[in-house]
Structure formats: structure tokens, C-alpha cells
Nanobody
């Protein structure tokens, strides 16, 4: 299973970006997908997550600005980020809990995509 993120880049404060993460490979289902971020010198933190049933969860600082969504048919999760702030600058990682064809769950991570917000 591979997770491939895209959509990062450089944006001015107040701007928007949409990140995408596509899961590929052979698996039975995806139970959970989420976005995490890691800024220089800081720990990786949860940004938002979405379950197979569509329940979402957001870090407090992202509520109202970020929206996570998914397209089950495309095995893709999105993160729409509005009103970006310089403190949102980080590498954003996609995470997924995938059930394989042997019905075992595994945790996968993407390679990360850089988001830089200029002031």
C-alpha cells in the first residue's frame, strides 16, 4: 500500500490550499485516514481525521479553517485549508489505517508534502 500526497506549496497568509492523498495497492478497506503535520523543531501533530463512516475530527486550531473529506471510489482523502497562517507552515503527512486482503490492519504514512505560508 502506498500513500501519495500532493497539493502542497507556497501561499501567502490568508490564502488557501487543497491537499490530496491517494492510497494505492491491494487492500480490503481503509478504516481511517488522517492528516498530520510537523513543523521544524516540533512534534508531529494531528490536523484532521476521517473514519470510514465519515466521522471527522479536527485539532482545535484548525477548526473552522480546515476541512477534511474523502472520495471512497478514488481511495483519496482531501484537506482543504483556508485562511492559512504562517504558523501553518509544516510538512503535511497523510496517514491511513488499511485492512489488507488478509484482514489485518496496518498503519501507513505518505512521504509528506511541504506547505509554506508567507506573511
Amino acid at each position: 500500500v502506498q500513500l501519495v500526497e500532493s497539493g502542497g506549496g507556497l501561499v501567502q497568509a490568508g490564502g488557501s490550499l487543497r491537499l490530496s492523498c491517494v492510497a494505492s495497492g491491494s487492500f480490503f478497506s481503509i478504516n481511517f485516514m488522517g492528516w498530520y503535520r510537523q513543523a521544524p523543531g516540533k512534534q508531529r501533530e494531528l490536523v484532521a481525521s476521517i473514519t470510514s463512516g465519515g466521522s471527522t475530527n479536527y485539532a482545535d486550531s484548525m477548526k473552522g479553517r480546515f476541512t477534511i473529506s474523502k472520495d471512497n471510489a478514488k481511495n483519496t482523502v482531501y484537506l482543504r485549508m483556508n485562511s492559512l497562517k504562517p504558523e501553518d507552515t509544516a510538512v503535511y503527512y497523510c496517514n491511513a489505517v488499511v485492512v489488507t486482503t488478509s484482514l489485518r490492519g496496518y498503519d501507513y504514512w505518505g512521504q509528506g508534502t511541504q506547505v509554506t505560508v508567507s506573511s
